[in-house]
T-cell receptor, first 112, second 113 residues
Framework: EDQVTQSPEALRLQEGESSSLNCSYTVSGLRGLFWYRQDPGKGPEFLFTLYSAGEEKEKERLKATLTKKESFLHITAPKPEDSATYLCAVQTMNQAGTALIFGKGTTLSVSS | KAGVTQTPRYLIKTRGQQVTLSCSPISGHRSVSWYQQTPGQGLQFLFE???????NKGNFPGRFSGRQFSNSRSEMNVSTLELGDSALYLCASSSPLQPTEAFFGQGTRLTVV
């Protein structure tokens, strides 16, 4: 069964304290891995798509990397406005269309 | 450009009733997907429509159904509501040019009492 697991469930950081979020996946064939950010009461906001092992994408203080079994979202020198739930999702070769399998997310809190 | 629009934002319904939720995708986007988000299960895929045809379906009972119109707008219907259907229902649209990038709406918060 295709599965996505995110860790930790919650993470508290001080402003400027860098860290990483983990997303491990078990799928029969990966078409793409996605990172989203979700603020309370809002829909997920697209951050990155990664397609193959070794690929990296960066956006401001965020950097996403991909291996054959997991992805990391590195947050460098976070600010309070980075506080949100970060969701990882995969598309698999088994599925037609754009259906995503989501992990349960990591809730990040950054205090000043 | 305008984002994905979902209406209504909030709904309160009674067990046994039915409900219809609406989603207007980003202009030019032809794929619309629906997801259910609950604290316990997270985000779960319901179904996807492309050019008025259901292209993919998740593991939800037949009480959950949807459709897409010629202008790509989509509706989702839940019949015979149960307490467990209380959730945030999210709609996402994607473009044929970048089918792997899905853009989500704000969601409809459904409460079943």
């Amino acid at each position: 069964e295709d599965q996505v697991t995110q860790s930790p469930e919650a993470l508290r950081l001080q402003e400027g304290e860098s860290s990483s979020l983990n997303c491990s996946y078990t799928v029969s064939g990966l078409r793409g891995l996605f990172w989203y950010r979700q603020d309370p009461g809002k829909g997920p906001e697209f951050l990155f798509t990664l397609y193959s092992a070794g690929e990296e994408k960066e956006k401001e203080r965020l950097k996403a990397t991909l291996t054959k079994k997991e992805s990391f979202l590195h947050i460098t020198a976070p600010k309070p406005e980075d506080s949100a739930t970060y969701l990882c999702a995969v598309q698999t070769m088994n599925q037609a269309g754009t259906a995503l399998i989501f992990g349960k997310g990591t809730t990040l809190s950054v205090s000043s | 450009k305008a984002g994905v629009t979902q209406t209504p934002r909030y709904l309160i319904k009674t067990r046994g009733q039915q409900v219809t939720l609406s989603c207007s995708p980003i202009s030019g986007h032809r794929s619309v997907s629906w997801y259910q988000q609950t604290p316990g299960q997270g985000l779960q895929f319901l179904f996807e429509y492309f050019s008025e045809t259901q292209r993919n379906k998740g593991n939800f009972p037949g009480r959950f159904s949807g459709r897409q119109f010629s202008n790509s707008r989509s509706e989702m219907n839940v019949s015979t509501l149960e307490l467990g259907d209380s959730a945030l229902y999210l709609c996402a649209s994607s473009s044929p040019l970048q089918p792997t990038e899905a853009f989500f709406g704000q969601g409809t918060r459904l409460t079943v009492v």
